[in-house]
């Protein structure tokens, strides 16, 4: 049996539901012939940790206060029933995880996963990576810091996985990494990756005003509590940055041009939620009427993608082809195009869910899986 002992760090929607996976997998993963240790769990404020992290586990019984008490929207420190297993605080918290990447690291060997949506855990994954620990994420900050940090991430690949910061639970990463390994050089990727904005974009194809389309959204749990989150496309940004760094661009987020859907006048730090939804939003339907019907003269649809074609990496809203995979999207799915030499003329094209919890803490768990022959 392989035991993966591991540390979840973030309990959001995705590491609940990451922690769900992992008790409801149990008997398949046994009969695989892998364990899943869970010796320690964290939050932004506390850390619960197994008595003896190198012998013993949080059992699934813990587990599940865990997810309980997070969804009432508590710290673990509020934690009962947690036996022999121990809390700590923050900052102490930050010291044990890397107290105990350091006992397991180069001995069991030690898998750190971010389910986090914080640059603050560069930090810990970086003393991860100088212990031997394998690293996965869902987290898109770690990948998108400076290029320093960058380097230091991915400075061991076979202990880093990291499928679920661009595409949730879809092949995306591992995808690009066998084409570049096989020695097929990637020249263009065109992608919608964001199931918000897929379905706007898409909404407003068929002839709904923007504001319209935003606030369905929004009621339907597809935007954040503020829509100007999506809206601004720094999310896609984030992925089309990692997409770029992977095919070996030396770029940081200021050398990508992205567009945002909505003026500086109405940006968080000018404009509140309410006023940006019952005012401001309003005040751009006519600007995206007008380009959703310059489009369809010309024959095609209007996509908010990401674009990487040499030097270039842009995020914003392109003119696609009707019968293009990408002009073909509906709904929140999203979908990448893929071109190389072997897929020049037709390209490689991945398409799915790339959002929700469920979907992107699959895909997580796959991604640890799928570093089992690292353990013993």
């Known amino acids: 049996m392989k035991i993966i002992p591991l540390i979840l760090m973030g309990c959001g929607g995705v590491g609940r539901q990451l922690l769900q996976h992992i008790i409801s997998c149990r008997s398949l993963h046994s009969n695989l012939g892998v364990h899943l240790r869970v010796v320690g769990v964290s939050d932004s404020k506390s ?76 930090g810990v994954l970086k003393e991860g990576v100088n212990l031997g620990c394998c690293i996965v994420m869902a987290n898109k900050k770690p990948l998108t810091s400076t290029l320093e940090d960058y380097d230091k991430l991915v400075s061991h690949p076979r202990r880093i996985r990291h499928e679920s910061t661009v595409g949730a639970g879809l092949p995306v990463i591992s995808t690009i990494n066998r084409i570049i390994s096989s020695g097929d050089p990637i020249h263009r990727i065109v992608g919608s990756l964001s199931g918000t904005l897929g379905y706007v974009m898409s909404e407003v194809e068929d002839g709904k005003p923007l504001s319209q389309v935003v606030k369905s959204a929004k009621s339907l749990g597809y935007t954040e509590p503020d829509p100007r989150d999506d809206l601004s496309g720094m999310d896609v940004a984030r992925k089309a940055l990692i997409l ?133």
């Open 47 to 122: 850390l619960v940790i197994a008595s003896d992290v190198k012998q013993k586990e949080l059992d699934d019984n813990i587990l599940a206060e865990v997810c309980r008490v997070k969804s009432d929207g508590s710290s673990l420190s509020k934690l009962t029933s947690l036996g022999e297993s121990q809390v700590f605080s923050s900052p102490e918290s930050r010291t044990k995880v890397v107290d105990i990447a350091s006992i397991l690291g180069k001995s069991t060997g030690l898998a750190l996963v971010d389910c986090t949506a914080s640059s603050e855990t560069i």
């Open 244 to 376: 770029a760094r992977l095919l070996g661009r030396r770029i940081d987020m200021g050398s990508i041009r992205i567009e945002s859907l909505y003026p500086e006048e109405m940006g968080p730090n000018k404009m509140s939620v309410e006023d940006f939804l019952n005012g401001g939003l309003v005040k751009l339907d006519n600007n995206i009427e007008e380009r959703v019907k310059k489009a369809l003269l010309n024959g095609n649809v209007l996509r908010y993608v990401c674009m990487i074609e040499g030097s270039r990496c842009d995020v914003g809203i392109q003119e696609l082809p009707k019968n293009s995979a990408l002009g073909r999207l509906r709904g929140s799915d999203n979908v990448l195009e893929i071109y190389s030499r072997c897929y020049s003329e037709q390209p490689l094209v991945i398409q799915g869910a790339g959002a929700g919890n469920d979907t992107t803490a699959a895909g997580v768990l796959a991604d640890i899986l799928d570093i089992q022959d690292l353990f013993t």
